[in-house]
């Protein structure tokens, strides 16, 4: 059965704290690994998309990176702003384009 | 760019009552979606409709059913309401270009069931 786990459920660093968080993921033939942040009150916004390990990709300060098992979402020196859910999702090769979605990392960052 | 726009934002229904959630999108996508979220439990599929006069279910499609009444819009209707279809509603629309895939979702309608 297609699964996804992410870890830690909750996080708090301080302002400046590098980070990173985990998605473990089992599924029939990756298709896609996603990244999306949500913030209270609003839907999901997309991060990244991940094809194949060994591949990364970056933007400001999160960096997100792919295995065969799991996915990091490194965070650089965060900021407030940077606080939020984040969530990760896979698409297997069977499931048409339905994704299958973690319960998320809830990161509160402190000035 | 209004992106996805939904509506209500807020309702409150009694058990047995009816009510559509309206879903619209102005970026020319042609894969939208209808998921619930719920705590401890994430985001669920409900239906998906891949091109407009196509609909799919998903993971939890029992006591929901789906319009796509054109390329913009895709509606989620419940027939009767349950207290168990209390929950967080979410319409996503997704952009697809070769292995590009990119997901964009609305606010979210806070649904009540009492």
């Known amino acids: 059965e297609d699964q996804v786990t992410q870890s830690p459920e909750a996080l708090r660093l301080q302002e400046g704290e590098s980070s990173s968080l985990n998605c473990s993921y089992t599924?029939?033939?990756?298709?896609?690994l996603f990244w999306y942040r949500q913030d209270p009150g609003k839907g999901p916004e997309f991060l990244f998309t991940?094809?194949?390990?060994?591949e990364e990709k970056e933007k400001e300060r999160l960096k997100a990176t792919l295995t065969k098992k799991e996915s990091f979402l490194h965070i650089t020196a965060p900021k407030p702003e940077d606080s939020a859910t984040y969530l990760c999702?896979?698409?297997?090769?069977?499931?048409?384009?339905?994704?299958?979605w973690g319960l998320g990392t809830s990161l509160a960052v402190n000035p | 760019n209004a992106g996805v726009t939904q509506t209500p934002k807020f309702q409150v229904l009694k058990t047995g009552q009816s009510m559509t959630l309206q879903c619209a999108q102005d970026?020319?996508?042609?894969?939208m979606y209808w998921y619930r979220q719920d705590p401890g439990m994430g985001l669920r599929l409900i239906y998906y409709?891949?091109?407009?006069?196509?609909?799919d279910k998903g993971e939890v499609p029992n006591g929901y059913n789906v319009s796509r009444l054109n390329k913009r819009e895709f509606s989620l209707r419940l027939e009767s309401a349950a207290p168990s279809q209390t929950s967080v509603y979410f319409c996503?629309?997704?952009?697809?270009?070769?292995?590009?895939?990119?997901?964009?979702f609305g606010q979210g309608t806070r649904l009540t069931v009492v």
């Open positions: 991940l094809y194949s390990a060994g």
């Open positions: 599924v029939s033939g990756l298709r896609g």
């Open positions: 409709s891949a091109s407009e006069g196509t609909t």
């Open positions: 996503a629309s997704e952009y697809l270009l070769g292995t590009a895939q990119e997901a964009f």
């Open positions: 999702a896979v698409q297997g090769a069977g499931n048409n384009r339905k994704l299958i």
């Open positions: 970026m020319n996508h042609n894969s």
